[in-house]
């Protein structure tokens, strides 16, 4: 299968799963992963109409954004950001989905433009549900006070929701249904913060039964990622 199909197959089965769970595809923002892939995999990803692409490193964000300046394309971050880079990731990302320290929030607001009030950036709160630090992600018993800590100090972030990754270890419908309940709490200190990012190649269907908002898919449309270093 070329591109074109892989992709047109997942949108497929996207619609499928949001038609069984009783939800409007409409509603759910497919995020292509283009993490390792060559630059030209974006062009010929913007050729079939996608909108939005996903990075995990600051520093192919940023040279792949350049590359398609000017290009009506929206740029996920969804990597551990280190706080010395927050400054690119804030020019060159969209939307971060990966908040999950205070530290991380400040960086991100102090790099805003201070001369433009339209400098806006959208944040998800980065959930891990694990037991395993090494994996990402703020643990759940410190989701309030982190989204209480963006809305109260961090005026140019919006608190768009929470993501996650799914465990290796354990089946994703029941993690994606704890998610669902850490997004209620997120959305008890910002009531609009509706997001759900979650859902990849191997489980986005179960994230979709979940409500998930955004789905982050890489190698089922892109095919198996380069071996990198
Ligand atoms: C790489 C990555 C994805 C996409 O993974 P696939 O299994 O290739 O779909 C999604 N989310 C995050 C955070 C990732 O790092």
């Given at each position: 299968m070329d591109l074109g199909s892989r992709l047109a197959d997942i949108d497929a089965r996207i619609s499928d799963a949001a038609r069984s769970a009783g939800?409007?595809?409409?509603?759910i923002t497919r995020i292509v992963v283009t993490k390792?892939?060559?630059?030209e995999l974006v062009q010929d990803l913007a050729d079939l109409g996608v909108t939005d692409v996903g990075e995990n490193r600051q520093q192919e964000l940023s040279s792949k954004r350049e590359t398609y300046a000017g290009r009506p394309l929206r740029w996920h971050f969804i990597g551990q950001a280190q706080t010395n880079k927050a400054r690119a990731v804030r020019r060159d990302a969209?939307?971060?989905?990966?908040?999950?320290r205070a530290r991380l929030a400040d960086s991100l607001h102090t790099a805003r433009r201070e001369d433009d009030e339209s400098d806006i950036l959208d944040v998800l709160i980065q959930v891990n549900?694990?037991?395993?630090?090494?994996?990402?992600?703020?643990e759940p018993s410190g989701i309030v006070e982190l989204a209480e800590h963006v809305a109260a100090?961090?005026?140019?972030?919006?608190?768009r929701g929470v993501m996650a990754v799914a465990p290796l270890d354990e089946e994703p419908a029941p993690a994606f249904a704890r998610l669902a309940d850490y997004a209620g709490l997120v959305r008890g200190v910002?009531?609009?913060?509706?997001w759900i990012s979650a859902g990849m190649t191997g489980d986005f269907a179960e994230a979709i039964a979940a409500g998930a908002t955004h789905l982050r898919i890489g190698s089922a449309i892109t095919g198996p990622r380069p071996v990198h270093g």
């Open positions: 939800r409007d595809a409409t509603t390792f892939h060559p630059v969209d939307a971060v989905h990966s908040l999950d549900l694990t037991d395993d630090p090494g994996r990402g992600g703020v100090s961090c005026p140019s972030l919006r608190l910002v009531p609009d913060a509706e």
